[in-house]
Structures are given as C-alpha cells and as structure tokens.
T-cell receptor, first 115, second 111 residues
Framework: KAGVTQTPRYLIKTRGQQVTLSCSPISGHRSVSWYQQTPGQGLQFLFEYFSETQRNKGNFPGRFSGRQFSNSRSEMNVSTLELGDSALYLC??????????????FGPGTRLLVL | TQLLEQSPQFLSIQEGENLTVYCNSSSVFSSLQWYRQEPGEGPVLLVTVVTGGEVKKLKRLTFQFGDARKDSSLHITAAQPGDTGLYLCAGYPSGTYKYIFGTGTRLKVLA
C-alpha cells in the first residue's frame, strides 16, 4: 500500500509569490491534515479536511488556504509569501475522523524556501 | 494557549546509555502519541497512550502516561545509534479538535 505522497518535495519561491502544495493520502483515507514545521515554532497544525470539507483550522493567517477533492487528494495554497513561510510542510492522512484513537500517517513533506 | 513542553530539548549520549524524555502540559489530554522523525521524513508514530497511568513497551522503549493525563514520558534503555532522531509527543487537548505537537527532543546516540 502506497504511503502519503507530497509534491513537490522542494520548492524555492520569492517574497510575494504564491505556492500550491499537493498531498495524496493513503488509499481509502478520507481525512487529510496539514502542518507547518519550523525550527523556531516546531510543528503547528494548519487545517484538516474530511470529505472535501474543512473541519478544523489552526491559528494561521488567511494567506494559508486549502482544499480537498472528491478523491481525497488535498492542496494547500499560500499567497503573498513571506520569508517566515520558509518551512517544511507536512501532510498527514487517516481513514476517518475518529480523533486521537486513529493513527495519522505522515508524508515526507515539502520543503519550501522563500527568498 | 495549550502547550506540550518537552525536555530535554537536545540530548547527546553514548551507545548503551539509558535516557528519559518528558512531555508536560497544563492541559488534560484524552490520549497522547509519541512520534520519531528522521531528517527528510515525516514523523512516524511509535505509540498511543490512552489511559492515565498506562505503561506501554515497544522493545527498548517504554512509554508512560501520567495519572492525570497531563504528562507522559519516554524511556529508552541501552540506546543505539538507530534511535537518533527527533522525538515528538502530540495529542488533542480534551475538548478541542486541534492536534498539537510538543516542542520536540532531538536525540543523538553516538557509536
């Protein structure tokens, strides 16, 4: 069974640009969550999608948005990039929304560098 | 703000030594997960602890959930270089749906 895949793996952008990252969950998984990981702030929750609906959102500005498609694949978009958006963006999938009892499986991440 | 504080932040030990990593919060958690993350990869789940006072063992790793479900610990016996990585605790504070991660403990085991 294939794991969670994220594309691209590495990305370099300049300030002011926008970026779209993609995540394909494990087959059969309908929930996708996104996280930002930086050396200073650690791993922080961005948002979670289930069946194309955003269920939860973290404390990030509106420049960060996401969506989920009918095949459960998800994209996140960051507009008007800032230097502080440089981070590893991780996607995780799980079968449903069973809360803490349900294991999340993480992808390898997309490393974004904003110059 | 609901935080999960981990200590120590960094740990460098010799192969064969024992170590304990702590994960503390002022909030109650319905359960806690422990992950290990290696460079260039996403976190990989090691264990989930659910019941206050629960102890789980995974080979040389022992995980404990505090009685009040506000803290947890990870003990590694006879550490090996393969244990090197970033250890993270995480969970949903009771009553919330926002998954939070601990501050992380970066472990390096020297051969």
């Amino acid at each position: 069974k294939a794991g969670v895949t994220q594309t691209p793996r590495y990305l370099i952008k300049t300030r002011g640009q926008q970026v779209t990252l993609s995540c394909s969950p494990i087959s059969g998984h309908r929930s996708v969550s996104w996280y930002q990981q930086t050396p200073g702030q650690g791993l922080q929750f961005l948002f979670e999608y289930f069946s194309e609906t955003q269920r939860n959102k973290g404390n990030f500005p509106g420049r960060f948005s996401g969506r989920q498609f009918s095949n459960s694949r998800s994209e996140m978009n960051v507009s008007t990039l800032e230097l502080g958006d440089s981070a590893l963006y991780l996607c995780a999938s799980r079968r449903g929304v069973g809360g803490a009892s349900e294991t999340q499986y993480f992808g390898p991440g997309t490393r974004l560098l904003v110059l | 703000t609901q935080l999960l504080e981990q200590s120590p932040q960094f740990l460098s030990i010799q192969e064969g030594e024992n170590l304990t990593v702590y994960c503390n919060s002022s909030s109650v958690f319905s359960s806690l997960q422990w992950y290990r993350q290696e460079p260039g990869e996403g976190p990989v789940l090691l264990v989930t602890v659910v019941t206050g006072g629960e102890v789980k063992k995974l080979k040389r790793l022992t995980f404990q959930f505090g009685d009040a479900r506000k803290d947890s610990s990870l003990h590694i016996t006879a550490a090996q270089p393969g244990d090197t990585g970033l250890y993270l605790c995480a969970g949903y504070p009771s009553g919330t749906y926002k998954y939070i991660f601990g501050t992380g403990t970066r472990l390096k085991v020297l051969a």
